[in-house]
């Protein structure tokens, strides 16, 4: 994420409008006529990046979200690294009377020096503490889902010069409840001790909180809490049901971890990689000083590779090149950061017996990840020492992986970059009209040179709301300009990606989730039209209209990878607010090339432009599927007013060849 370009363009106007390769434009009058050219020779290979997704640590997407840890403020470490310090979101279990809780810098952790120190005042006879003992306790990330039945892993450390009995509960928000406890009874934890305790939940709780209590009178330290559910994708760390809906958009590249997350209002609050690796435990945490608030990098440099690679998705690692919102190491100083990116690259691409592959390789992953692409910061350009930095960054990766394609944070659209690069960024947030209009952003943009990475793009404002549908019919328009013109759009990704609507730092977002809810806004649904676009066949397609301004259309050949069958897909967005007939004449085919069943129609629309998603109706703006007859290459359909259709035809042979393969996209009758 970032701080956005607007863009205000005017809508083009004709009586009588041809446009060639995909893209279309019509005022929703009474008909218009789409020719699509199926033929060998009409086809392109869109680009196997092209629509990915975008991650940043914002909105609380990874820490009390994807990052499937229960615990916030883990080490007790948010409050700083002075003493006494705050431990929020912990809270005591008694009164003053019963306990005293503070911090101190007596952590075995080098990195992490805040320890908890908890003096118990109560203890047998007439001091005896209350029912159930004191403590303190953890609320999670706005209450932790414990459900029934369910696995969780407690571990934590603890010292004390006194034997210990401990017990660790989940329990409902205000304690009254126990869903699940056991107790640490030890006889000597003088030197700190790990201990690791597995809890099964015998209720379901979705607001529910993690607590440590005694009774007996004395001082315990606790350090390094955390508590994970044991079914996590893989045993990787990811909630799954946020990680399914990543991966049902069949993302071919995951940009990480940021945005302005990556630059830092201040270069002593960026992210760096070095302090998000090895165990989770020596990992200190850092305050994201752009969306305000504290992560304990769990998810950190090497998570996020695990991520790309569970998604089947290319890492696109974006990182700080000397430059944040307020401050800059000039360009004569910059080597040492060089060297740290330099590291971050044999870390995850390196020998296990390379330096920093071993490191990885230790940390149980020592297979190379598939590093091709590299961000030389967010957004820097134009900033005072940004060229000079780029390009020390950009020659030396170069040197060292020539293999490796380099985006540069300047946009080479409208005229040619003044330094070498693979690709440029692309940013853009504005009002629906404008992002509608910018399907022809790239129509006249050289195709000699660096390609595009539109890696943020969002409808914002007032039109957004909270994740509107008219805001997703928008987007809906551009990404088809993006596919149409994926001669010089290499990639593709929304942003931002996810938010806890707890923590709501930007709107609008594609997934909303809680706890234990989550939801795709309308933004999100779009993104699934396009999810077999990457890889595929750009169609050449024309539509001859009446008038001008509403209608955007492409045309791709993809093969299903689950039962290997052709299909047309022919996309329409209708912006206006009415209904087009829409006669589609499809030339370069066999005779009955078409299955007499198997195709199908998918619509996303709604009765009002304003209609969001929520917890309450998660799927008010959804696509919804049927099933299509009498297909043939010449069709007349009905495009409802401001929706976006998809029509995917099944196909029996095609004499299609993709573009640059020898393979012919072939299926049986």
């Given amino acids: 994420m970032g701080y956005f370009h607007g863009a205000i363009l005017g809508f083009i106007t004709a009586l009588w409008v041809s446009y060639q390769c995909s893209a279309f434009e019509v005022d929703a009058n009474q008909t218009a006529l789409l020719f699509v050219n199926a033929s060998e020779a009409a086809g392109r290979k869109i680009p196997e990046t092209l629509f990915g997704i975008f991650f940043e640590e914002i909105n609380h997407a990874g820490a009390g979200g994807l990052w499937a840890e229960l615990v916030s403020n883990r080490g007790f470490e948010a409050g700083g690294q002075n003493t006494p310090s705050n431990i929020d979101p912990w809270s005591t279990i008694g009164d003053g009377t019963s306990l005293i809780v503070s911090t101190d810098r007596s952590s075995c952790f080098d990195r992490n020096k805040i320890a908890l120190r908890m003096e118990v005042l109560c203890g047998e006879g007439s001091n005896a503490c209350p029912n159930g003992g004191v403590g303190i306790y953890n609320p999670g990330f706005w209450g932790m889902n414990i459900q029934q039945g369910k696995v969780y892993k407690v571990v934590l450390y603890i010292r004390s010069l006194q034997p210990v009995n401990v017990s660790v509960s989940l329990t409902s928000s205000n304690g009254s409840q126990i869903l699940a406890t056991a107790n640490i009874i030890a006889a000597d934890v003088s030197n700190w001790t790990k201990a690791e305790i597995v809890l099964e939940a015998n209720e379901t709780n979705h607001n529910a909180r993690l607590q440590l209590t005694t009774s007996r009178k004395g001082v315990i330290w606790f350090d390094q809490v955390s508590a994970m559910p044991l079914d996590t994708y893989k045993g990787h760390g990811f909630r799954n049901e946020l990680f399914t809906m990543l991966e049902d958009l069949k993302p071919r590249f995951i940009r990480f971890p940021g945005g302005c997350f990556v630059e830092g209002e201040w270069l002593r609050n960026a992210f760096r990689w070095k302090e998000t690796i090895g165990p989770w435990e020596e990992r200190p945490g850092h305050f994201g000083d752009v969306w305000m608030y ?376």
Avoid at 355 to 377: C, Q, T
Avoid at 425 to 433: G, L, V
Avoid at 493 to 522: E, H, M
Avoid at 617 to 624: C, R
Wanted: proline share 5%.
């Fill in 294 to 669: 504290w992560t304990d990098d769990g998810l950190g440099y090497l998570e996020f590779l695990q991520l790309a690679e569970d998604l089947g998705a290319s890492p696109v690692w974006v990182f700080n090149n000397g430059i944040s919102h307020n401050d800059q190491v000039d360009t004569s100083s910059i080597a040492p950061f060089l060297q740290e990116i330099l590291d971050s690259i044999e870390f995850a691409r390196g020998d296990p017996d390379s330096a920093w592959g071993s490191v990885r390789s230790a940390m149980g992953h020592p297979k190379p990840f598939d590093l091709r692409y590299v961000a030389i910061g967010n957004e820097d350009c134009g900033k005072k020492n940004y060229l000079g930095n780029y390009l020390k960054f950009y020659y030396a990766i170069k040197q060292a992986y020539p293999d490796i394609k380099i985006i540069s944070n300047c946009d080479g659209s409208s005229q040619q970059l003044d330094h070498p690069a693979d690709f440029y960024d692309y940013h853009i947030y504005s009002d629906a009209k404008s992002v509608f209009s910018l399907a022809h952003k790239f129509d006249h943009t050289s195709r000699s040179g660096p390609k595009a990475f539109v890696s943020e793009y969002a409808v914002t404002g007032t039109d957004a709301g909270t994740g509107s549908f008219l805001a997703a019919l928008a987007e809906a328009g551009f990404l088809i300009g993006l596919e149409r013109n994926s001669d010089v759009v290499e990639m593709a990704s929304y942003a931002p990606l996810l938010v806890n609507a707890n923590d709501r730092r930007w709107n609008p977002d594609a997934i909303v989730f809680n706890s234990f809810q989550l939801y795709g806004t309308p933004s999100y649904w779009v993104q699934q039209f396009f999810k077999e676009s990457s890889g595929g066949t750009l169609l050449n397609s024309t539509l001859q209209a009446n008038s001008s301004s509403l209608l955007v259309a492409s045309s791709i050949a993809w093969q299903n990878s689950v039962d290997n069958k052709n299909y047309l897909r022919i996309k329409v967005v209708n912006f206006g607010s009415n209904a087009v007939n829409l006669k589609v004449s499809i030339d370069g085919l066999e005779p009955n090339s078409f299955h007499s069943f198997g195709s199908t129609k998918t619509v996303l629309t709604s009765s009002n432009l304003v209609d969001e998603n929520s917890f309450k109706e998660p799927e008010k703006v959804v696509p919804i599927k049927s099933l299509v007859e009498d297909v043939d290459k010449e069709m007349e359909v009905l495009l409802p007013p401001h929706s976006f259709t998809s029509f995917d035809l099944s196909v029996k042979s095609t004499n299609l060849r993709i573009p640059g393969t020898d393979c012919v996209l072939k299926s049986s009758n």
